[in-house]
């Protein structure tokens, strides 16, 4: 079975500096899918970013980028120029296959502040 | 942008009560889930279901739930005599197929008192 750990409960910063959010997870699989989810107030789950683990390339998405170690099966989450809109849950997803037809297994989350 | 419905936002029920929750997947997708958030915690696989029976489900997912798809358009997620326990937040999510994304829905609030 797959596990995904993230070992930050909770994580401050101030506003316009850059976090990094930790996440590891454990797998047989060699060709996997991973997400960071982010969960504000409002509790809705938006995805912030995906990697497949098969590139080797991190993946960006504007302020948004991951560092993916494969080998270390880690996969961290870095947020540069943090806004107070960044506050929120942050969950770190796995899934097995591309094709949709398998769940999503997530950490129990980190919950950032972003500090004015 | 498409997106998953869910109904209702927040329900609150008596212990023991029946409660059906609702979720209107985007069109054309293939691939339905449920997960439950217990407040504070992670989120959690519950059941997933694909061509009209269920693919997987959890240890969660006891004989108090059911799911179906009476009508071909609402996903539901039932739950026969509802625990205090099983008070969370319940997402749906859909998922089109190969490479796609899975869209949330926006989550029913089910408080059991």
């Known amino acids: 079975a797959q596990t995904v750990t993230q070992s930050q409960p909770e994580m401050s910063v101030q506003e316009a500096e850059t976090v990094t959010l930790s996440c590891t997870y454990d797998t047989s699989e060699n060709n996997y899918y991973l997400f960071w989810y982010k969960q504000p107030p409002s509790r809705q789950m938006i995805l912030v970013i995906r990697?497949?683990?098969?590139?080797?390339q991190n993946a960006t998405e504007n302020r948004f980028s991951v560092n993916f170690q494969k080998a270390a099966k880690s996969f961290s989450l870095k947020i540069s120029d943090s806004q107070l809109g960044d506050t929120a849950m942050y969950f770190c997803?796995?899934?097995?296959?591309?094709?949709?037809?398998?769940?999503?297994?997530f950490g129990t989350g980190t919950r950032l502040t972003i500090i004015p | 942008e498409p997106e998953v419905t869910q109904t209702p936002s927040h329900q609150v029920t008596q212990m023991g009560q029946e409660v059906i929750l609702r979720c209107v997947p985007i069109s054309n997708h293939l691939y339905f889930y449920w997960y439950r958030q217990i407040l504070g915690q992670k989120v959690e696989f519950l059941v997933s279901f694909y061509n009209n029976e269920i693919s997987e489900k959890s240890e969660i997912f006891d004989d108090q739930f059911s799911v179906e798809r009476p009508d071909g358009s609402n996903f539901t997620l039932k739950i026969r005599s509802t625990k205090l326990e099983d008070s969370a937040m319940y997402f749906c999510t859909t998922v089109g197929g190969v490479n796609t994304e899975a869209f949330f829905g926006q989550g029913t609030r089910l408080t059991v008192v």
């Open positions: 997803a796995f899934t097995r296959s591309n094709f949709g037809n398998e769940k999503l297994t």
């Open positions: 990697q497949e683990a098969y590139k080797q």
